[in-house]
């Protein structure tokens, strides 16, 4: 029987060859050492063996909690770039990223080789979901001095205890005279409680009228403006589209700002609109590729 032979792969990594196995032949799994040094470019890579691999591997055995914790270690790079995006928010960073592993075994954990799409592009809004729902439900809506937010606690303290006691919601008079404070004092505690949630915009409206539909809040106080949401792409976009060329940034307006079909468009550039498919798909990897170097890797 050959003996093993070690060698170094990606800083961190070591992998195994010959009879004994590496991360090719039988399915071995390379032995990461240290999965948090492992370069972002090198973890994308490894990422997709170890999701082959895990598939493949019963849950709960020791081989298959190594390859989701390596998964886990090797991406942690994605939390602190998606947290990063929450740096000054007043909260400790490190509460943040925490929430953010949260995101991130989800993702691992409803991963699927077969969707064909990176693991990052997939595991970002996981992650950065997580954080936003922590600041949700963490934060409050408005600013409330801090005699409010503990009159809050206390009132709501009161209302489940004299719920329970009187089988209904309690009066005002009544809450004051269990928590031995006025009744103005209550008052202003219900109003704060107010500013601790606020309503969404997706809130459901009963409707009062003969069809007696439903409609949400949104439809009252304006329309969702979606592309704010884009602002903080198209900077990042911007100084890779100035590197593309002209053919190519014409070929993405028209697609995605004229909305013309690739018919239309390989009728412009005198091709097939086979050839302008693989023209898109060409500029949006060199395009997306370009937007996860943030993450370190070129």
Partial sequence: METAVVRPQAQGVQETTGTAGGGTDDGT??????????????????????????T??????????YARNTLIEMNMSLVRF????FRGR???????????????????????LSREVEFTSFALPYIVGEIKRFFRDTTWAVHVPRRLQE????????????????????????????MNIGENEVVEGQIAS????????????TGEGPENGESVLADFIGVEEYGLRLVEDFHSLAPLMAELSERDRRIIHMRFVEEATQAEIGAELGCSQMHVSRLIKR???RLREGMLGELGCA
């Fill in 194 to 205: 107010n500013g601790y949630n606020s309503t969404s915009l997706d809130a459901a409206l």
């Fill in 283 to 285: 500029i949006i990897t």
């Fill in 90 to 112: 007043g909260d400790d960073m490190e509460d943040i990223v925490q929430t953010g592993m949260i995101g991130l075994i989800k993702a691992i954990d409803r991963f699927e």
């Fill in 151 to 178: 009159l809050r606690v206390e009132l709501a303290k009161a209302r489940e205890e004299l719920s329970s006691r009187l089988d209904r919601e309690p009066t005002v008079a009544e809450l004051a005279t269990l």
């Fill in 82 to 85: 998606a947290a990063g995006r």
């Fill in 56 to 65: 493949e591997l019963e849950e709960g055995t020791r081989e298959h909690q």
């Fill in 29 to 54: 799994l390379p032995e990461v050492v240290d999965a948090g040094t492992v370069a972002p470019c090198d973890a994308r890579r490894l990422s997709r063996q170890f999701f082959r691999r895990l």
